[in-house]
C-alpha cells in the first residue's frame, strides 16, 4: 500500500518531511476497498487509540474530539475522556448545531450492524442513530454541506438528508473530504491536487496551479487551512480557490481541524503522534493543545 506522500512524489513533487504510512489495518469494508482515510498506528502513551481517523473542534467551547478506532475521545481533558461506546469511526463529521455523523464499524459490545452506513449522534457523540447505508457502506471520508452529506465508500456519494443517496460521477478517491455546514464549497484532497465542488458535491473541479494538500478543513464558509504531506501549512480566504503558504507543522499529521476562535486568524489543530498541537496564529506556529 502507498502512502499520500510517495504517490504524490510520482508527479516529481518535492516533499522534505517524512512520508505518512497510510493504513486500514482492523478495518474490513463492505463496499469496495478503499485507502482514503489516513490513518496510522501510534503509540497508546501519546493518544488514547492506536488510530486516529478524525478531528473535531466545537468554536464556542475550544472542545477537541478525536474520532479513532476505539471510540470517540474528548481530548481537552487529561486524561481524555471517552464519549459513548466503542465503535470504529473511519468517518467522522460535524454538523449543525451540534450534530455528528460518522461511519465505520461496531466495535466491542456495540450492537451496531457491520458496516455502520451512515450513523448520526444528537448528544455529543453518547448514542448513535441509524440513518442508512447499515451493511453495505463504510464511509472513509465525509463532511457535511448546507445541503446534506457528501462521502466516499469506494464510491463518491452524496445525500440531501442523510438517508437517500445519489453516487457522484466523479473519477477520484479523496483522503480527505472537507465542507462547512454554512456553504456548499467541498474540497476533496487527492495526490494530484484538490478537487473543489461549489454545487455541494454534485460537480467537480480539479486546481491544477495549487499545492498538493492531504489534509483540509473549513474554519468558516470562506476560510480553510491545509496540511500537505510534509507538514507545510496553507491557508485559503476563498473556500479553497487560491492557497497561501503559512508554516509547518513538526512530525506527522494524522488529522487536522480549524475553527473561528476569535477575531484575526482561524485558529488550526492537528493531531499527531505525540499529542494535539493548536495554531492560533492561522497555521504558522503550533505549539501543544491546553487541557481546558
Not at 49 to 55: D, I, P, R, T, Y
Not at 119 to 147: N, P, V, Y
Not at 233 to 240: I, R
Request: net charge negative; hydrophobic share 35%; aromatic share 6%.
Amino acid at each position: 500500500m502507498h502512502s499520500f506522500a510517495r504517490s504524490a512524489s510520482r508527479r516529481r513533487v518535492l516533499f522534505t518531511g517524512a512520508a505518512l504510512v497510510l493504513t486500514l489495518a482492523a478495518c474490513t469494508p463492505a463496499s469496495p476497498p478503499t485507502t482514503t482515510t489516513p490513518s496510522i498506528e501510534l503509540s497508546d502513551k501519546a493518544l488514547p487509540s492506536s488510530h486516529v481517523h478524525g478531528l473535531s473542534v466545537d468554536p464556542d467551547t475550544s472542545q477537541v474530539l478525536l474520532a479513532t478506532h476505539d471510540g470517540l475521545f474528548d481530548v481537552t481533558k487529561q486524561p481524555a475522556t471517552k464519549i459513548g461506546g466503542t465503535n470504529d469511526l473511519m468517518g467522522f463529521t460535524a454538523g449543525k448545531d451540534g450534530v455528528f455523523y460518522a461511519s465505520g464499524h461496531p466495535g466491542a459490545g456495540s450492537h451496531l450492524p457491520n458496516p455502520l452506513g451512515l450513523i448520526k449522534s444528537s448528544d455529543g457523540g453518547q448514542t448513535w442513530e441509524k440513518l442508512s447505508r447499515q451493511g453495505q457502506s463504510d464511509f472513509h471520508a465525509m463532511t457535511a454541506t448546507r445541503t446534506g452529506i457528501v462521502a466516499y465508500d469506494g464510491e463518491l456519494r452524496h445525500s440531501p438528508d442523510g438517508k437517500t443517496w445519489n453516487t457522484v460521477a466523479a473519477r477520484f478517491a479523496p483522503a480527505v473530504l472537507a465542507g462547512h455546514p454554512d456553504s456548499d464549497t467541498v474540497l476533496g484532497t487527492t495526490t494530484e491536487g484538490i478537487q473543489r465542488s461549489t454545487d455541494g458535491g454534485d460537480t467537480w473541479s480539479l486546481s491544477k496551479s495549487g499545492p498538493i494538500i492531504q489534509y483540509a478543513a473549513f474554519a468558516t464558509p470562506d476560510e480553510a487551512a491545509g496540511v500537505a504531506p510534509d507538514g507545510t501549512t496553507y491557508y485559503s480566504a476563498d473556500a479553497g480557490a487560491s492557497w497561501t503558504t503559512k508554516g509547518r507543522v513538526d512530525g506527522e499529521v494524522l488529522a487536522v481541524a480549524a475553527a473561528k476562535v476569535a477575531d484575526g486568524n482561524p485558529w488550526v489543530w492537528a493531531a499527531t503522534p505525540d499529542g494535539v498541537v493548536v495554531s492560533t496564529d492561522g497555521g504558522i506556529t503550533f505549539r501543544p493543545a491546553p487541557p481546558s
